[in-house]
Nanobody, 114 residues
Framework: VQLQASGGGLVQAGGSLRLSCAASGSIFSIARMAWYRQAPGKQRDLVAD???????EYADSLKDRFTISRDNAKNTVYLQMNNLNPEDTTVYYC?????????WGQGTQVTVSS
């Protein structure tokens, strides 16, 4: 099983980005998909997650600007990020609980210029 993240890049403050993370391999079940972010020297923090039921959870400080969604047919999770600000600059990681094990993607850099 592999997770491939994409969609990061450079955007101006106030702009938007959509991250994608596709799971591939021998997949029987995906109970949870999530996005985390981690600044250098800091812990990896949950941004948002989405369960197989569709239930979502967000970091309180981000829920008004970020939206997580998933396409079960494509085994893909998305993170729509709106009204980005320089404090959102960091590496974003996707994670998924697949076949009763946790997997991580490679991380995608998001840079927001002021």
């Amino acid at each position: 099983v592999q997770l491939q993240a994409s969609g990061g890049g450079l955007v101006q403050a106030g702009g938007s980005l959509r991250l994608s993370c596709a799971a591939s391999g021998s997949i029987f079940s995906i109970a949870r998909m999530a996005w985390y972010r981690q600044a250098p020297g800091k812990q990896r923090d949950l941004v948002a997650d989405i369960r197989s039921t569709g239930r979502t959870e967000y970091a309180d400080s981000l829920k008004d600007r970020f939206t997580i969604s998933r396409d079960n047919a494509k085994n893909t999770v998305y993170l729509q990020m709106n009204n980005l600000n320089p404090e959102d600059t960091t590496v974003y990681y996707c994670s998924a609980y697949i076949n009763f094990a946790t997997y991580w993607g490679q991380g995608t850099q998001v840079t927001v210029s002021s």
